[in-house]
């Protein structure tokens, strides 16, 4: 779901934890600086960290432990909030997607 594609490694070996590892990805096609490139990472990490445990509760279980990859494809900066949001609802995606 825009601005994010979202891509989910099954069958992870994880070294024994509880959550998935995250991977978060910002491009330097579409942000030269790396200022602007760490501070959506940032954004994206902040967002996570706020609704993790809901998140994770639409991954099914049977597909745990998972590796995720967030990559954020917008070509504009998006404010906090917008990215929140968007996370919330692509993760909402996948829980339809998955049933």
Known sequence: MYPFK???IKNFEAPSQEFPQILFSVSKRNFKRAVKRN??????????????????????AQIL????????????????EIIQNK??????????KSS
């Not at 432990?65 to 998006?78: R, T």
């Not at 996370?87 to 339809?96: V, W």
Request: hydrophobic share 50%; glycine share 4%; no cysteine.
């Open 6 to 8: 979202i891509v989910f």
């Open 39 to 60: 501070r959506i990472k940032r954004l994206l990490r902040e967002a996570y960290r706020l609704n993790k445990s809901d998140l994770l509760k639409k991954i099914p």
């Open 65 to 80: 432990p998972i590796a995720i990859g967030i990559m954020y494809v917008s070509k504009e900066e998006l404010s906090f």
């Open 87 to 96: 996370l919330i609802l692509a993760f909402g995606d996948f829980e339809k």
